[in-house]
């Protein structure tokens, strides 16, 4: 018989590979994705979908509770 934690743990797919979105590249200095073309953010975009969050991680822990 598995530790309740085993058989209560979520398990998620790790990812291979996250894909830069296309015509936009890493500002590091400011800290965002910005149009390759014009330089605007890509969080300003009107068909960007953003992530769950920031950094697409997968939530766990204290999220999780009454689940």
Do not use: C
């Not at 390759?36 to 960007?48: G, M, Q, R, T, Y």
């Not at 920031?54 to 766990?60: A, S």
Request: charged share 35%; net charge positive; aromatic share 10%.
């Amino acid at each position: 018989m598995k530790h309740i934690l085993l058989q209560k743990a979520l398990k998620y797919k790790q990812r291979k590979k996250i894909e830069a979105p296309k015509g936009f590249s890493f500002d590091s200095l400011v800290g965002a994705w910005v149009n390759n073309i014009d330089k605007s953010f890509l969080i300003f975009e009107k068909d960007f979908k953003a992530l769950g969050t920031k950094k697409e991680d997968v939530e766990t822990g204290e999220d999780q509770k009454g689940q």
